[in-house]
């Protein structure tokens, strides 16, 4: 089993910047392909990053050249730079682990962080 826990949000004002971290335990492996999504109040949960075993990454439109995601295999670890925050970026953001093999198997959430970027 793999647990993966958020950590970095919090309240920030137009124009500022926030980094989030996502710890995952257990048997992760280097294999995994990375995504943060988010879900503002009564939106749907939106994809905001995807981050390929190569570490190549691809961002919604809304989020490009703001938000950068990277990977640190060595501490099973991902993170999101965003940058030039805006008011519409207030969610919770959650990460997403999909392993396509192994014993760890399978699709994983985090419980996800609250981010709120002021006016």
């Known amino acids: 089993q793999v647990q993966l826990a958020e950590s970095g949000g919090g309240l920030v004002q137009a124009g500022g910047s926030l980094r989030l971290s996502c710890a995952a335990s257990?048997?992760?492996?280097?294999?995994?392909?990375w995504r943060w999504y988010r879900q503002a109040p009564g939106k749907q949960r939106d994809m905001v990053a995807t981050i390929a075993t190569s570490s190549s990454t691809n961002y919604a439109d809304s989020v490009k050249g703001r938000f950068t995601a990277s990977r640190d295999n060595a501490k099973n670890t991902v993170y999101l730079q965003m940058n030039s925050l805006k008011p519409e970026d207030t969610a919770i953001y959650y990460c997403n682990a999909w392993i396509p093999g192994g014993v760890s198997r399978g699709t994983y959430w985090g419980q996800g962080t609250q981010v709120t970027v002021s006016s």
């Open positions: 257990g048997s992760a492996g280097s294999s995994v392909v």
